[in-house]
């Protein structure tokens, strides 16, 4: 009965979450699940080998940090000129370089899996498809639901500081530029919604909340509407031009895991960035950021998000790196 009830409403929410035009996996742009079936069948289980093995290695207590990272990393890549691996080439004016990209990590990890596999499978799997297994493999260890994974995408050959930082979002943005910057990747207002509950496993750095805390959007102050408690409490982790790189503040303060905790920050007005306690603030967004707090409905949908955005801008035809940080 209980469980009838509960398949009950989920339904019923699967059809209200329909109604938000959240969009049902409608195809490959030339992609394939179970890409390496036959050129190289061990590619997903060893970029998870090796991911795995980094996140639970005991000699590094920042252990499951480097998951959240790998995850962050896909975003970064696929939002820049397309899901082609351009976020890992090193160089004087590299995307890495860019200020947005300052904390992103995880390099190591693809290096390696990248290594395992031209052992195995010269010249066949893209640094692109790397990032992108990595990132659901992350998804899992975070105590997330799997997704399938598309491969078949190419290396791309240019990587500018310029361009990640002309095309990521900042944290300062409202809902408007958010789903304007999400709609020139193609990826919905809900999209933009569903992939934001990636910071339920997120930790920010001083650096990216210092404007909403004493100069919110210009004004010398604090962001108003941001409960006293919480910018005391941020203002104590970041103090005002004196604040410590090694600090670490997490988005979903109820926790770590790979849950609805996200929104559920949301809800009670403790979310850090403007990017985040907008989706919750703005009308158009609320009602999804509601939604999402079912966790069987978050998951499915969050799956099926990240394969859009797997999705974004992919070569089909181009290189496959034999090292991820340089172009053959
Ligand atoms: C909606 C627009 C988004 C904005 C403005 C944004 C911004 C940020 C910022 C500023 C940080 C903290 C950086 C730092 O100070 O260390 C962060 C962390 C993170 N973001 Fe986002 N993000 C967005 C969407 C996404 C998406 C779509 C994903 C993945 C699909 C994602 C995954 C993550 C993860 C996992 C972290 C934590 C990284 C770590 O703990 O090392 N974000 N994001
Ligand atoms: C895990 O990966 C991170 C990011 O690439 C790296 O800095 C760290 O040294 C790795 N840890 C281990 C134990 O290999
Ligand atoms: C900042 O100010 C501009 C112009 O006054 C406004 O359009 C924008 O929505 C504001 N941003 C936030 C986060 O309130
Ligand atoms: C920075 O913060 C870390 C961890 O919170 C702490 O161990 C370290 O002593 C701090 N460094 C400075 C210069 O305050
Ligand atoms: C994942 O679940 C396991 C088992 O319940 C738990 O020990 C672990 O702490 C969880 N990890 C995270 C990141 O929540």
Redesign the pocket.
């Known amino acids: 009965m209980t469980s009838l009830v509960y398949t009950f409403t989920s339904l019923i929410l699967i059809m209200f979450v329909s109604s938000f035009r959240v969009i049902a996996d409608t195809g490959g742009a030339g992609l394939q699940d179970n890409y390496y079936k036959s050129s190289c069948p061990p590619a997903e289980a060893v970029v998870k080998r090796v991911a795995v093995a980094n996140f639970t290695d005991p000699s590094d207590p920042r252990g499951l940090?480097f998951a959240?990272?790998l995850?962050?990393l896909?975003?970064h890549d696929c939002h820049v000129d397309g899901c082609d691996a351009s976020v890992l080439l090193d160089g004087p004016n590299a995307e890495k370089t860019a200020e947005v990209n300052?904390?992103l990590?995880g390099f190591e990890i693809i290096d390696k899996a990248k290594a395992e596999l031209e052992s195995v499978c010269p010249g066949v799997v893209s640094c692109a498809d790397i990032i992108a297994y990595a990132a659901r493999d992350a998804v899992i260890a975070l105590n997330g639901t799997s997704f399938n994974v598309q491969g078949g995408r190419k290396d791309g050959i240019v990587s500018l500081a310029s361009r990640a930082q002309a095309q990521l979002?900042?944290?300062d943005?409202t809902v408007t530029e958010?789903t304007a910057?999400?709609a020139r990747k193609g990826l919905s207002m809900d999209q933009?919604v569903i992939?934001?509950g990636?910071?339920t496993?997120?930790?920010?750095?001083c650096?990216?909340i210092v404007r909403r805390l004493y100069n919110f959007n210009g004004t010398g102050q604090t962001d108003p509407s941001m409960p006293s408690a919480l910018a005391d409490r941020l203002k104590a982790l970041c103090p005002k031009n004196t604040f410590n790189d090694t600090v670490?503040i997490p988005?979903d303060s109820l926790s770590f895991s790979f849950d609805t905790g996200y929104y559920r920050t949301l809800q009670i007005h403790e979310g850090v960035?403007t990017?985040d306690q907008s989706l919750y603030d703005d009308q158009r967004t609320q009602p999804l950021v509601n939604l999402l707090t079912n966790n069987a409905l978050f998951q499915a949908q969050f799956g099926q998000a990240?394969r859009a955005?797997g999705r974004v801008g992919v070569k089909l035809t181009g290189e496959i790196r034999r090292d991820c940080r340089k172009v053959n």
């Open positions: 940090r959240a990272g995850l962050r896909s975003f300052t904390f990590t979002p900042s944290p943005m958010l910057n999400f933009m992939l934001s990636s910071h496993s997120a930790a920010s750095h650096p990216s670490i988005l960035f990017s990240m955005m």
